[in-house]
């Protein structure tokens, strides 16, 4: 069977060699060298002349020798020549052999006599691992039996990895135990009647407890029926096999989690890390785990100078954790502040700290004490998964720690964004602490709103022209009484009701049918067709806007507040007129007065404040509305999303409103500036005049008066726009002799001379 071929010039000892089937046409060369390599042995096959695709593991014997074992697939040739090379000699060693000549399948324990514990995780890694896969055997009865006898001579009695808690879509949380020496496992690879797979489980081991093990937890896909199985969990100095028995019922996650082994929280965060990755029923299932076993609050609240400190944010997504907070440490005795993350695991975060002064409330009769409130953005932590309670740890320098637990924190987007435009004070907040602490938090709330948006629902009342020629689009949250009043307007505007199609979109769906009964109502009583698009849950301006614009015919676009008021017939034909592709008009926004007459908007300009972020600005607000500059048709830098009307198909070209600016603000200077890099003006139309009963909505935003995201999103214009809005004003501010004629200054009064000097 087995032949050696005369040496070339060969002295490298004797050598044996074994060959073995392990399934089918796979076969296994042994080949054995009785004197030490002095390089790097390697064995090449050919058969029929062409060389044969194998792979090979050089394995050390507990003699000193070595041997090294190739895997090779046998395509039916009359014989095949070995050829054994060593880099440390002066010539190869050959051997002639026929497969077919071998048809007993292997016997593992042949296989692994006289191999070093090294040398049986080699072999192991690789009968598992790379083998099985590039030789097609992970689905082959005759080789899965062999690796099964080969697991098992390795470990005749393994431990059981039993399924502890049943999670989510057919997934079971497996428990079991490993010596405490054994290194982070890299891999686990399960054997069943299924076949063999790698899984890409992420497995967590616990502390060393008192008798030296390691508790090890792991997520799998339950057992098929009436199959027991084995797992091989490997890391870098050793491999662990486990059985798992045939399927059973396991608890529930609420009954496991309720046990003692879920207070501790690098398991509980672990636990929920793995849910949320799994699927959103996952993420869903670790929120509703955490609130029915919520842990014990800790703070340290001392009326002496002891330290003393409390954690009242921890809001976590995949812009990070952001925690907020307060500490007290008149004697300077703080030396560090860890963020725990599981047995041992800890994140230094004091050096992240953004600082501020509070104040602690003295109790009766005492002053209040002065503190130093806290906020810290840690990225990555648990992946984004909702960790509801997080650990902090205050290290005093004496060696003494106090605990920090919050109370449960919210998990659901719009909540996670209120709580943290409150975590820092708008006054103390700069453009460099918003960048490095808030605006990652809020970038993940927005686009977790916009991935999660459910499809929005549709309501018509009356029918709608075929071919309208615009479209109105009118955003509504909370604020609904101005339709008793805009609604008449527009229906007594003949051009509108024959022309226009009218598309209101709720933002608020909890008023759905509040709302639908007034429209309804007023459609009865007025007789102008409408639509009510019902937004899937509370998106914002920008949301809203895109929503309508989407079911939009109208080869015009206007957008409107639902505060505007038309102060005649005919403005929206007439501000329609005013759009000029062929002369590069992209937009035009009309005069917005108030309701005494002043103006509210003459378009739109930037200004940048004293942080050096951008604000928008409204030309002549609070003058009359009779003021001659504000009465002059001319370019601007931007008009008010208040109304704005523009081709549809240059909203749709530029992408609409973008939905990362917060709550509703910036998004219509956002919109100009997009207008502008597409290579169009914007021109402001003073024929045109509308009421607008400016902010009647947004001021329903408890989010947005706190200040914190308008300070959010003129930070996000500067950030994208800085060069651009630099180089516009520019333009407005250079001498009249160099001035474009494209952009025309208008006369700005001193802010003293205004009658109304509310910012934009």
């Known amino acids: 069977m087995l032949t050696l071929a005369p040496a070339q010039a060969v002295d490298t000892g004797s050598t044996h060699l074994d060959l073995f089937r392990l399934s089918g046409s796979v076969f296994l060369l042994s080949w054995t060298l009785d004197a030490p390599s002095f390089g790097r042995p390697a064995v090449a096959l050919v058969g029929g002349g062409r060389r044969l695709a194998s792979a090979a593991v050089t394995l050390g014997l507990s ?80 080789y899965l039996s062999f690796l099964r006898q080969f697991l098992l001579c390795l470990s005749p009695k393994p431990a059981p990895a039993l399924p502890v808690a049943s999670l989510v879509e057919g997934k079971v949380l497996v428990e079991t135990s490993v010596q405490g020496g ?17 899984l890409d489980a992420r497995p967590r081991l616990g502390a060393i407890d008192r008798a030296g093990q390691r508790a090890l937890h792991f997520i799998l896909d339950e057992a098929p029926a009436r199959s027991a199985g084995l797992l091989l969990l490997q890391g870098e100095t050793g491999f662990v096999i486990r059985a798992l028995p045939t399927r059973q019922a396991a608890p529930s996650l609420g009954r496991w989690w309720a046990g003692k082994s879920s207070t501790r929280d690098g398991l509980r965060n672990w636990i ?4 949320s990755g799994l699927s959103e029923q996952g993420r869903l299932l670790a929120i509703e785990m955490q609130r029915r076993s919520p842990l014990a609050v800790q703070n340290v609240r001392r009326s002496d100078d002891l330290p003393s400190a409390e954690l009242d944010i921890a809001l976590c997504n995949a812009g990070g954790l952001l925690l907020g907070g307060w500490f007290r440490d008149p004697d300077g005795l703080l030396d560090q502040m860890l963020l725990h993350r599981g047995e041992g695991a800890a994140t230094p975060i004091l050096d992240r700290l953004e600082r501020f002064p509070a104040l602690l409330p003295g109790g009766p009769g005492n002053e209040p004490r002065p503190a130093t409130g806290f906020a810290a953005l840690v990225p990555g932590y648990a992946a984004g998964a909702p960790v509801l309670q997080p650990r902090c740890e205050l290290k005093l320098k004496s060696g003494t720690s106090l605990f920090l637990r919050p109370a449960l924190q919210p998990a659901d987007a719009v909540s996670v964004r209120a709580r943290a435009l409150a975590a820092i004070p708008p006054q103390h907040l700069t453009a460099e602490i918003m960048e490095r602490t808030l605006a990652p938090m809020l970038a993940a709330c927005q686009a977790q709103l916009r991935e999660d948006r459910p499809e929005p629902r549709i309501k018509r009342f009356g029918k709608t022209p075929a071919r309208p020629a615009a479209s109105v689009v009118i955003p509504l949250y909370r604020a609904y009484e101005f339709l008793r009043v805009q609604i008449p307007a527009f229906a007594g505007d003949s051009w509108f009701a024959d022309k226009a199609e009218l598309i209101y979109v709720l933002d608020s769906p909890e008023h759905e049918a509040e709302v639908a ?22 998106g914002g301006f920008s949301a809203a806007c895109n929503a309508g614009a989407n079911l939009a015919r109208g080869e015009a676009l206007a957008l409107v507040n639902s505060d505007v008021i038309p102060a005649s017939d005919g403005w929206l034909p007439a501000l329609i007129r005013k759009l000029d592709r062929r002369n590069r008009v992209g937009a035009v926004g009309p005069k917005l007065l108030y309701d005494d007459g002043s103006l509210q908007h003459a378009g739109l300009y930037f200004k940048r404040d004293s942080k050096g972020c951008w604000l928008n600005h409204h030309y002549f607000k609070g003058m009359p509305g009779h003021y001659a500059p504000a009465n002059v048709e001319r370019p601007v830098p931007g008009v ?7 081709p549809r198909a240059l909203f749709t070209e530029i992408g609409g409103f973008d939905d990362a600016y917060v709550i509703g603000d910036y998004e219509d200077s956002d919109l ?3 207008i502008r890099r597409a290579g169009f003006n914007i021109v402001y139309a003073p024929s045109v005049a509308l009421y607008h009963l400016e902010r009647q909505s947004i001021s329903k935003s408890l989010d947005y008066t706190r200040g914190v ?13 800085d060069a651009q809005i630099e180089l516009l004003m520019g333009e407005i501010d250079a001498p009249a002799s160099v001035r474009k004629p494209s952009l025309r200054e208008p006369d700005i009064l001193p802010r003293a001379n205004l009658r109304r000097a509310t910012a934009a």
């Open 182 to 198: 054994l290194s982070p496992i890299k891999s686990i690879h399960r054997l069943d009647s299924a076949g063999l797979s790698r």
């Open 672 to 674: 100009c500036l997009k």
């Open 517 to 538: 009964h007034l429209l309804g109502g007023l459609h009865l009583a007025y007789g102008l067709p409408m639509q009510l698009v019902v937004m899937g849950r509370n």
């Open 63 to 142: 003699d000193g020798r070595e041997r090294v074992v190739v895997a090779f697939r046998h395509g039916g040739h009359d014989g095949i020549v070995a050829t054994l090379s060593d880099q440390g000699t002066a010539g190869d060693i050959t051997a002639r052999f026929d497969p077919a000549l071998v048809h007993g399948m292997t016997e593992p324990a042949e296989i692994l006599r006289d191999l070093t514990p090294k040398a049986r995780l080699a072999l192991a890694s690789a009968l598992v691992g790379p083998w099985p896969s590039l030789f097609g055997l992970s689905a082959t009865a005759s």
């Open 272 to 275: 929920v890390e793995q849910l």
């Open 709 to 721: 995201a308008s300070q959010h999103n003129s930070w996000l214009q500067t950030r994208r726009w």
């Open 640 to 646: 008010t999303g208040a109304c704005i009307v523009m």
